[in-house]
C-alpha cells in the first residue's frame, strides 16, 4: 500500500475517503465511469500500490512521447509547493478539468489528495466550466480552455494556465477577471510547473513579466542561452532545457522561446516564439512564425495562419523589428496538433506543400 496517505480532509465528488474507500472508488469507475473517469481511477489506483514512482507520459509537443519515471515524493512535494505559492490550504475547493493521462491532470489529483482538498472531476471538455454551478478556490486550465471560459472566470478564485503559449489577445480578454490567473512554467520532468507569473495583476500591466521560481527553485543558463533548472526537491538532477531565457536573477526569467525554433536568416537570429507575441493581438486565430529556405538568407521567415483564407493586408509589420517581418505568408486549413491540443510546429511547417500562399 503507498506509503503517502490521503488527508483526512480530502473529497472526490463531495465524498470523504479514505484509502479503501478511494481503491473501491477507483475500481468502480474503470469499470462503469466515462473516459476520462477511467483515467482517474486508472491513477489512483497507481498512487496507491506499494511503487515508490508512476509512469507519465510526456505530450509530444516538440518531439516523439515518452514514457519516463516520476517519484511519488517529488510529486507530493511539487503539490506542497503549490498550496504554499497560492495559499491553498486544507478544506480549498479545486475543479479538476484536465485529462489525467497527462502530468497536469495527475497532479490535480496529487495535490487534493496530499494537501487535504474537496476535488470535484469534470469532463476534460474545451468549455469545462459550462455546467459548473458553484465557485471554486482554485483550478487549472489550458490556454484553449481558458480561451472558452472567459465568460464564466468569476466562479474560480485561482487559476493556473499551461501546456501551451499564452497569447496577448487572451491576456486581454481576462485582463479584467476577478480570477487570478497565472501563467505557469514547467514540463513533465519537473512535475508541473517551477516557476509562475500573475497575467492580470491591477498592479502590474507590464507584459514582460517575469516568471518567479517556487519556493526552493533556481535557475541559471547554459553556453546556449538555455535555462538550467535546480528544483532538488522535485528533480534529482538539475534539468537542462531547450528554452532560451532572458535570465533577470537565479529566481526570476523571461522566457524567448525554443532554441530549436530559432531561425537562422542570412546571420541573423529570429526567435518564433517573441514574433509571434508581437503579432498576436492582430491575429486572433491560431497561427506560427516559421520559416522556408531560401537561396540568398539560407532561412527566410514565413507566417503560417490556420485559415481558408485571411486578409493580409490588415496585418501592420511596423510592430517588429528590422529583420522580423515575414517573407511569405500562408493559410492552411487545419494544424498538426498533439492529443492534447498543442501544436506540433515541425510538423506543421513540413506539411506547408498543401498552404496556399497569401
Not at 207 to 236: H, Q, W
Request: aromatic residues 8%.
Amino acid at each position: 500500500m503507498s506509503k503517502y496517505p490521503v488527508h483526512s480532509e480530502f473529497q472526490l465528488n463531495g465524498m470523504s475517503l479514505k484509502v479503501s474507500g478511494l481503491k473501491e472508488f477507483a475500481l468502480e469507475i474503470q469499470k462503469t465511469g466515462e473516459l476520462y473517469e477511467q483515467e482517474l481511477g486508472e491513477f489512483i489506483l497507481d498512487w496507491l500500490n506499494d511503487k515508490d514512482y508512476v509512469l507519465v507520459n510526456t505530450s509530444g509537443s516538440t518531439g516523439a512521447p515518452k514514457s519516463i519515471k516520476l517519484l511519488k515524493r517529488h510529486m507530493v512535494n511539487s503539490a506542497k509547493a503549490t498550496g504554499r505559492r497560492f495559499k491553498l490550504e486544507a478544506g480549498s475547493t479545486a475543479l479538476h478539468c484536465l485529462p489525467t493521462r497527462y502530468i497536469a491532470g495527475k497532479m490535480m489529483f496529487v495535490r487534493a489528495v496530499t494537501l487535504g482538498w474537496k476535488l470535484d472531476l469534470v469532463p476534460p471538455k474545451s468549455n469545462p466550466l459550462d455546467q459548473v454551478l458553484k465557485r471554486y478556490d482554485f483550478s487549472a486550465m489550458t490556454p484553449f480552455q481558458l480561451d472558452n471560459s472567459v465568460a464564466r472566470l468569476h466562479l474560480l478564485g485561482k487559476l493556473i494556465i499551461g501546456g501551451g503559449p499564452f497569447s496577448q489577445t487572451l491576456k486581454e480578454l481576462v485582463k479584467d477577471s476577478s480570477a487570478k490567473i497565472y501563467e505557469t512554467y514547467g514540463m513533465t520532468e519537473t512535475v508541473t510547473h517551477i516557476a509562475v507569473r500573475r497575467i492580470n495583476s491591477k498592479k502590474n500591466k507590464d507584459t514582460g513579466t517575469p516568471f518567479k521560481t517556487l519556493n526552493k527553485v533556481t535557475v541559471s543558463k547554459d553556453e546556449r542561452g538555455c535555462l538550467v533548472i535546480k528544483a532538488p526537491k522535485v528533480a534529482t538532477d538539475p534539468i537542462i532545457t531547450n528554452d532560451l531565457v532572458d535570465l533577470i536573477s537565479y529566481k526570476k526569467f523571461l522566457w524567448l522561446g525554443r532554441v530549436d525554433n530559432v531561425i537562422n536568416s542570412g546571420g541573423i537570429k529570429l526567435y518564433p516564439e517573441t514574433i509571434e507575441q508581437k503579432l498576436a493581438h492582430q491575429i486572433d486565430i491560431p497561427f506560427i512564425i516559421g520559416s522556408e529556405p531560401d537561396d540568398a538568407l539560407g532561412e527566410r521567415l514565413i507566417l503560417v495562419i490556420e485559415c481558408d483564407s485571411f486578409d493580409a493586408s490588415r496585418l501592420n509589420f511596423e510592430v517588429l523589428g528590422k529583420y522580423e517581418t515575414p517573407k511569405r505568408i500562408y493559410c492552411t486549413p487545419k494544424f498538426i496538433r498533439t492529443e492534447n491540443g498543442k501544436m506540433k510546429r515541425g510538423a506543421i511547417l513540413k506539411s506547408l506543400t498543401a498552404a496556399e500562399e497569401i
